[in-house]
């Protein structure tokens, strides 16, 4: 089934930690896009890339790093985890200058 | 910069009634894309519907609706005959046409619960 797999699908992690959180889509989409959503905040951009090989920052991007090696991954690493990025991320992508996103299910991350 | 607006942190409806959620936005863009998003208890995001800032009509699908104001900038969500499988958050969202500017930018989100 074409989509967008995230993992690990949730993980407790110890502060000052490194994590890296996979994205993959086997869509072809050129863009993809990391998202966080906190309660009352909704989602929030971290960093996205609009195609292989570029990457730009989002609204919250401190704390967080992300590559594009190829069309299909993007993953978003924590250098040194802190309890304030206790989030859910979103993985998404779309069609350059298309407006069909797609998202994955999400990563429920937990800093303690 | 765009910025989307929910007022509404939460709402009721009956079950079978109509309901609407509201959306503004900013943008000085002249062309920009409206969506909506369906999140369950589940998590996932579940994508609506979605007006293009040309587009004549308001969007329908199904049994939503899209009241679309482009003066006001407004881009309310009307769900007609509400189920209790639309007790979700919803999210209202923006994409403005900018060259390179693809990311969709969300605005706070509305509880919506379905009274039996």
């Known amino acids: 089934i074409a989509g967008i797999t995230q993992a690990p699908t949730s993980q407790i992690l110890a502060a000052g930690r490194r994590m890296t959180l996979r994205c993959t889509q086997d869509m072809r989409h050129n863009a993809m896009y990391w998202y966080r959503q906190d309660l009352g905040l909704g989602l929030r951009l971290i960093h996205y890339s609009n195609t292989a090989g570029t990457t730009g920052k989002g609204e919250v991007p401190d704390g967080y790093s992300v590559s594009r090696a190829n069309t299909d991954d993007f993953p978003l690493t924590l250098a040194s985890a802190v309890p304030s990025q206790t989030s859910v991320y979103f993985c998404?992508?779309?069609?350059?200058?298309?407006?069909?996103?797609?998202f994955g299910s999400g990563t429920r991350l937990t800093v303690v | 910069a765009q910025k989307i607006t929910q007022t509404q942190p939460g709402m009721f409806v009956q079950e079978k009634e109509a309901v609407t959620l509201d959306c503004t936005y900013d943008t000085s863009d002249p062309s920009y894309g409206l969506f909506w998003y369906k999140q369950p208890s589940s998590g996932e995001m579940i994508f609506l519907i979605y007006q293009g800032s040309y587009d004549q009509q308001n969007a329908t699908e199904g049994r939503y609706s899209l009241n679309f104001q482009k003066a006001r900038k407004s881009a309310n969500l009307v769900i007609s005959a509400s189920q209790l499988g639309d007790s979700a958050m919803y999210f209202c969202?923006?994409?403005?046409?900018?060259?390179?500017?693809?990311?969709?930018?969300f605005g706070k989100g509305t509880k919506l619960s379905v009274i039996p």
């Open positions: 969202a923006m994409k403005d046409s900018g060259a390179g500017s693809y990311q969709l930018t």
């Open positions: 998404a992508s779309s069609p350059e200058g298309h407006y069909g996103y797609t």
